[in-house]
């Protein structure tokens, strides 16, 4: 039988629940029953349970409604509030120990569920009061939970019921409908603080990160004073990147409360992205020195040693992290991300057990998949590799909400206003320094190999995956409800002529804190490939690098990386088949409008003739050879990237062909980039 229309069915929910508050249970009860035998889809058969089991319960039918929530559960058993009407019809059934069970997990899934607590809280004390008198430490442990308890629901309680409901639904992972209600609100309350923060952590998890600095930014002019929105605005500015402004405001933290080990703890991981990588590992040890229980921390501290290139002791401090936390399936995956570690056959076993506990968090789940197969993959395993890397995609993948149609529709846009009219009439307008070498193109491309040969040279500076040009797009793009209808690149032939100058002065300024004394310095996000035009524009002296990898070898190789952010194209073997297609689309179309500004280094020409692509590139970038480039694995410098271990070695050609070994699961990925 078909299932009822969208519409419909939401219209239906909404009268189901009228009925429930008008305490006609029965009537409630018949229209929830007739619509789960016509509903097929997921998300609204599971609104349906709950609302059955709702009103069974008010029905005074506590045995049915454990019924129908236990199908609820069958659907998703990490369902907040089906754990918390679970709670309710223990109660109803005089199931105290079951009932706080059920409260306590529906408060660990989601703590903005008041009605869980206040339970929790009258279930605790009659444990305190019961004729069976604990012992005085239970006695002092059940004080403690009332306690955390009591505080908990006393925070919510301070919260209007629409931000309430606001942090429900972002418990739930309804973040459209939260921030619809979250502006609602803030439309009628709009110097609200805590409203303004918790929209910034909606946009945060929809990547609007431009919606959400700026909100930040603004509820910090309101109230200086406010420390979490000032850590929320710190731990935006390290994700961004933006790692001078998170300098200010963790200084400014610190200032107020010395001893608060988090800020401590991220002083550390803003001094390494801004180079200081030393003082970060000092800070990170000296932070483990006073809580050595934390396995974060121990993360972090190898994410800095492996940056400076101490791989042995990185791997001493992730192992240590997953020792403290055997779920932890970022200390795995960072140890599968140095690419040179090799896991034991006990490490794997740990992995996959852990990957069958229904209570890990997604991410370590994830984590755990791609780290397993990275390790099978080493075992040249490459069944069970190929199986581990596909489970951690399709996780991914279903968790990002990435839109291939999206990207196509961005590079045709470019193609379209991105004319050679464009540039004849505005190419000469932007800031004139030379300093840029932009390297873009795919991930996993070889841009850090290209990276490490010209950085060796005396009149360059390696520096990282900057994200300023990105966020100059984003925000000439605007936000409108109708994505089809992005002022960017549009806008580039109708703004200020004196925009672009001054674009391209801010980019030379703001990422001067990157840079050492070098005249040139490298900025290689490769997403940039997108917005040539746009560097152009601003920066018209700018050198242009396009790292390019041969198409199966280049797509396996991310299909099998699992990114910090920002490539959520990979998880899917069509989407970035569909993605290296745009990509060369975009790519020629540049050559076409501006020709010769950009220079193609292909990896396989670079793994067989390392001297002659060295010269090229040189001679491209106006540069007197210099030895180093040839011997660029002996150079030392911070390395924050998947490669960092690679490129730290002579140039080996085995991993070019490393995709063959998989070729039998690839067919998807042939099929869209037209090879046979």
């Known amino acids: 039988m078909e299932s009822t229309s969208l519409p419909a069915i939401e219209e239906q929910l909404k009268t189901i629940q009228q009925l429930i508050q008008k305490a006609k249970f029965n009537d409630a009860i018949s229209h929830t029953e007739t619509l789960i035998k016509l509903t097929t889809d997921e998300p609204h058969l599971i609104e349906l349970w709950y609302l059955l089991a709702v009103a069974q319960r008010y029905n005074k039918s506590p045995l049915t409604a454990l019924s129908s929530i236990n199908q609820l559960l069958k659907l998703n058993n990490k369902h907040s509030r089906a754990h918390q009407e679970l709670g309710h019809i223990n109660l109803a059934l005089n199931e105290i120990n079951k009932a706080k069970l059920a409260f ?6 989601n703590p903005c569920l008041v009605g869980s607590w206040q339970e929790l809280i009258e279930i605790y004390r009659l444990s305190q009061s019961s004729n069976i008198t604990p012992n005085p430490t239970q006695k002092s442990e059940l004080q403690d939970k009332i306690q955390l308890a009591a505080n908990q629901l ?3 309680k301070t919260l209007p019921p629409a931000l309430l409901a606001v942090t429900e639904l972002m418990h739930e992972g309804k973040w459209l409908k939260a921030e619809q209600i979250c502006r609602h609100f803030l439309q009628n309350n709009k110097r609200h603080i805590d409203g303004m923060c918790l929209l910034a952590e909606i946009g945060i998890e929809l990547k609007i990160y431009d919606d959400a600095e700026f909100l930040l930014a603004s509820a910090l002019e309101l109230e200086p004073k406010h420390i979490h929105a000032r850590a929320q605005y710190l731990n935006l500015l390290i994700r961004l990147g933006k790692y001078k402004a998170a300098q200010y405001q963790v200084d400014t933290l610190l200032n107020s409360q010395p001893e608060n080990l988090s800020f401590k703890v991220a002083k550390a991981n803003v001094l390494n992205g801004l180079g200081k990588t030393d003082e970060a590992i000092t800070l990170f040890q000296q932070a483990i020195q006073q809580e050595d229980s934390i396995p974060g921390f121990y993360l972090q501290l190898g994410h800095a040693l492996k940056t400076k290139g101490d791989i042995d002791n990185a791997v001493y401090a992730y192992q240590k992290a997953y020792q403290l936390n055997p779920s932890y399936g970022d200390a795995f995956w960072s140890l599968a991300n140095t690419k040179t570690y090799r896991f034991t056959d006990a490490e794997i076993a740990q992995m996959q057990a852990q990957q069958d506990n229904e209570d890990l968090a997604l991410t370590d789940k994830i984590q755990l998949y791609f780290a397993t197969g990275k390790a099978f993959e080493d075992k040249e395993d490459y069944p069970q590799a190929f199986h581990a890397y596909q489970q951690g995609n ?15 529709q961005q590079v045709d846009e470019q193609i379209k206003y991105c004319t050679a009219e464009l540039f004849e009439q505005r190419g000469h307008l932007g800031y004139e320094a030379p300093d840029p070498i932009f390297i873009v193109g795919l991930p996993r491309a070889g841009s850090t190999l290209l990276e490490q040969i010209l950085a060796s ?17 984003s925000r000439l793009r605007g936000r409108t409800p109708n994505t089809a209808s992005h002022q960017y690149p549009k806008n580039l032939s109708d703004i200020n002529s004196d925009y672009f100058r001054r674009f391209g002065q801010q980019f030379i300024d703001e990422t001067r804190v990157y840079r050492e004394d070098a005249p040139l310095f490298i900025d290689k996000m490769p997403n940039n490939f997108l917005h040539i035009g746009l560097i152009k524009l601003i920066l018209p002296n700018a050198k242009i690098i396009d790292a390019r990898r041969s198409p199966m070898a280049c797509c396996f190789s991310g299909f099998k990386q699992l990114f910090a952010e920002g490539q959520d194209f990979s998880y899917s073997l069509e989407d ?3 993605y290296y297609q745009a990509y060369l689309k975009l790519m020629a179309h540049w050559e076409k409008v501006l020709p010769n500004f950009v220079l193609t280094v292909k990896h396989e020409d670079v793994v067989e003739d390392l001297d002659k692509q060295v010269h090229r590139m040189l001679d491209f970038c106006g540069l007197e050879f210099e030895q180093s480039c040839i011997d660029f694995h002996k150079t030392k ?16 050609k085995s991993a070019t062909e490393q995709w063959q070994h998989f070729e039998s699961y690839l067919e998807p990925l042939k099929k869209v980039l037209n090879i046979k």
């Open 637 to 652: 410098r911070n390395i924050k990237t998947p490669s960092s271990e690679q490129v730290r070695q002579p140039i080996y």
């Open 104 to 109: 306590e997990h529906a408060v660990k899934l």
């Open 457 to 473: 040279h005396s009149q360059i500076d390696g520096t990282m995956e900057l994200h300023n040009i990105l966020g100059l797009a």
């Open 154 to 156: 006393a925070k919510l």
């Open 394 to 408: 399709q996780l991914q993948q279903a968790n990002n909400g990435f839109d291939i149609n999206k990207l196509e």
């Open 576 to 578: 970035i088949g569909r």
